[in-house]
């Protein structure tokens, strides 16, 4: 992914300046001279590799996110940040136990699964059963309810690669829905092909949930190279006419409510009575790997360009950062922000939270009587190779909440999620992922925006939702 | 790896035939015409599609192993060679256990490891110690004997890609002989960066090995992100002066002497007294993935080959096809082989077992009467764009004591490296790394050199060894 930086470090500081000086700024916050600042930044890299080496995997309600949030609060406090602390809140626990997967006849082999996050155990002894195989969660929804009695359901999926990340929306729901409907044919067991586009031995994991009034069952993703081989596995016996038998092990545990928190940080403005610029990430990660794209990284380039900022002085509005507990396993610390600070003043929210490639385009949810900061910002962004077409905002999911009970506006950087589902949620997500260069053009256009917008005095008030 | 094949299928059969017809064969012998037909292989991919699914992770002395030798059999008989048969041998062997590694202070995490074949185990209890670290085998060579007392020895190195794969070469020492040297300085356990070129947390395992009068140590390997992780750990560490402590467990066993086997199947040739062709793969896989490049293909490619022989007729000469058993742990195949049938008519030895990237570059080594049919060679395997400038060929791990027994001459297809230390040894050795296209470019290369040679009267004996 390097030669993407080519983009953006033939241009010189002077281009851009000369591109963003129509515009009166304190010398201090010219969005030219901060992009430019940005564009060789290293505290994004430094609070990724940080997180990740000295933490690691922080599951949201274990001890290791409670370490996650004390390097936070030291970090955030180190960098100069003000008004730095933790909100705790509480939240259902679920965590990992053993996870193992075998073909047992007729063709005896090993296949590398994980657990859902909220799924049952099988009970260490595990379970054994016949397979069955569907090619979409279509065909398996197809079938008689009770028709999977004692079989263990499979489904698999196409997924590929895509720049905006909408092959997740498209067979996301093998994961999300799929336990359940398994559930609902009667099936003691599901395993899918990972919602993923990578071929490596690294099944990817994720949150699934079962309804009120539907057993949960167990249920597990095989990476894909184990889900293709199950797949021709079953396609030879079918020929012979022999059953496909697997054994599962999975012994995950609900530890009950446990706590997490979410780690604030700001940097605070000239004028109190301006709304605040939100700016999120998700400190929690899965426990299968360090989180670098899934979300050290978003943490990194919010904080990095919020720095940006305070190094130049105080903007006119307060940027507050946002570094969520617990997203991965259902949201709570969106929901805990969103508890707490309904009532508090909010401009504009966004939010990093798909991996560290380069940003790509553009997108607003803004009233009206801000068009023109609107076409300003498309025009800072020119120069780091982000176009401004494409469908509307709607923010990040540590955001959600807060924009939902304040109805505010929203800007997204989207960032080239290509190869994103190659790690998310996988054993992969690595320091070794991350293109430094990228994070700096990641960098380099969230200050420019922050610029912009906390020292704008437009009023970003939405009009009142139909 | 798609593009490489835009080489070869450009080509029509009409231009290969062109440059090759110089040469008088039988017609159903023309190599040109035999290319071409290879080049529309499917039995290669085939097999290796069998014996990934079929069969899976095929470890020597295991019954996994065995069940591989029941399909080879049988699919050879079923293809029509002649001669099928498994040559049994015993060879002692080790398998795994759990394998399991943490760092537990200052930043406790889990790291990805694998145990090296032959290594003992450190009990089910594990062992907990302080990590020394050494960035590269020189440096730990360099400390006195006894100064790691109770320490884990921690080796790293900066293995890159290489075409000809010839990192393995500078950088396997550290899995072959560091063990032993980590236990002479009086480590208690030995852990490396995998001896691998990819970034997935997929240790590589292989074996190593301890010399009389040393004393056998835990040794494992850490995925390549995982050692980075570890390596950069201890650097944080190091500045506030901390040890950081690992625990270690693994559990394998040695379990004595077990049966494996060569398979063995052939073209006879219309000439018994000419010596054989003999062409070689290995069938046995490590335990971590079910071994496509790592040799299925391999198999698949010389059998395809020796296939579009037999399908035009009998050549001049018999072409032995070894699927050698026992490779990964110790050659006990090769050297079965070499015992069993040093006295019988050998003429050239050649081996596919680099993965199925296609083949760039023919070697020789082949006796001064034979120039002719060097440059025949070299001649016919230009349009598949493979060159013959390189060093003189050395042959393969499983002909290598029969070559040395039998003073034998001995040609190299020599596939393309890049990307085979990415895979080798680790879980990710699986059949979705299989580029169809280049697997034809392989059965093309071996097809048309068996068409040359095992009809080539010419006396292919190699003068003496000096």
């Known amino acids: 992914m390097k030669n993407a930086s080519s983009l953006f470090t033939a241009m010189g500081a002077a281009a851009t300046a000369l591109l963003l000086s129509s515009t009166a700024y304190a010398a201090t916050h010219d969005p030219a001279a901060i992009q430019a600042s940005a564009l060789k930044d290293t505290l994004a890299y430094e609070i990724t590799e940080g997180l990740t080496t000295e933490v690691g995997p922080r599951q949201a309600g274990t001890e290791a996110e409670a370490r996650a949030r004390d390097w936070s609060v030291k970090k955030l406090k180190a960098l100069g940040f003000q008004n730095v602390r933790n909100e705790p809140f509480m939240m259902p626990t679920w965590v990992r136990g053993d996870e193992t997967a075998e073909v047992t006849t007729p063709f005896p082999q090993k296949l590398h699964i994980t657990a859902l996050g909220n799924s049952p155990g099988t009970g260490e002894a595990g379970i054994e059963a016949e397979v069955v195989y569907f090619d979409s969660l279509a065909a398996m929804k197809a079938v008689p309810d009770g028709s999977l009695a004692g079989k263990i359901a499979f489904v698999t999926h196409n997924m590929h690669r895509a720049q905006d990340g909408s092959g997740y929306g498209t067979y996301g729901p093998v994961r999300w829905t799929g336990p359940a409907i398994a559930s609902q044919k009667g099936a003691l067991a599901y395993v899918i092909k990972s919602i993923g586009t990578d071929y490596h031995r690294n099944p990817h994991t994720g949150n699934t949930n079962f309804p009120e009034g539907v057993k949960p069952i167990p249920t597990g993703a095989l990476s894909l190279p184990d889900a293709d081989n199950l797949e021709r596995m079953i396609k030879v016996a079918q020929k012979s006419g022999k059953p496909v038998k697997m054994k599962l092990v999975l012994t995950p545990k609900n530890i009950g409510q446990q706590e997490s928190g979410n780690v604030i940080a700001e940097v605070t403005g000239r004028d109190p009575s301006k709304g605040m610029i939100l700016i999120a990430c998700h400190l929690d990660s899965w426990d299968l790997a360090t989180g670098a794209f899934d979300d050290a990284a978003g943490c990194g380039i919010v904080t990095a360009a919020a720095k940006?900022?305070?190094?130049?002085?105080?903007?006119?509005?307060?940027?507050?950062?946002?570094?969520?507990?617990?997203?991965?396993?259902?949201?709570?610390?969106?929901?805990?922000?969103?508890?707490?600070?309904?009532?508090?003043?909010?401009?504009?929210?966004?939010?990093?939270?798909?991996?560290?490639?380069?940003?790509?385009?553009?997108?607003?949810?803004?009233?009206?009587?801000?068009?023109?900061?609107?076409?300003?910002?498309?025009?800072?962004?020119?120069?780091?190779?982000?176009?401004?077409?494409?469908?509307?905002?709607?923010?990040?999911?540590?955001?959600?909440?807060?924009?939902?009970?304040?109805?505010?506006?929203?800007?997204?950087?989207?960032?080239?999620?290509?190869?994103?589902?190659?790690?998310?949620?996988?054993?992969?997500?690595?320091?070794?992922?991350?293109?430094?260069?990228?994070?700096?053009?990641?960098?380099?256009?969230w200050s420019t925006v922050l610029s912009i917008i906390a020292n704008s005095d437009v009023d970003f008030t939405m009009p009142p939702k139909e």
């Open 308 to 445: 940006q900022i305070m190094d130049q002085g105080k903007p006119l509005r307060t940027i507050r950062i946002l570094w969520a507990g617990a997203e991965e396993v259902g949201l709570w610390g969106g929901k805990a922000y969103a508890k707490a600070h309904t009532g508090s003043n909010h401009a504009i929210a966004m939010e990093s939270d798909f991996g560290a490639d380069k940003v790509w385009r553009v997108q607003f949810h803004l009233p009206e009587q801000a068009k023109a900061v609107k076409e300003q910002i498309a025009q800072a962004l020119l120069p780091l190779g982000i176009g401004a077409n494409g469908p509307k905002a709607s923010g990040g999911a540590d955001v959600s909440d807060i924009i939902d009970s304040n109805n505010l506006a929203i800007i997204d950087l989207q960032q080239d999620g290509t190869r994103y589902f190659d790690l998310h949620h996988t054993p992969d997500d690595t320091l070794d992922k991350i293109d430094p260069k990228q994070v700096q053009q990641n960098v380099a256009a």
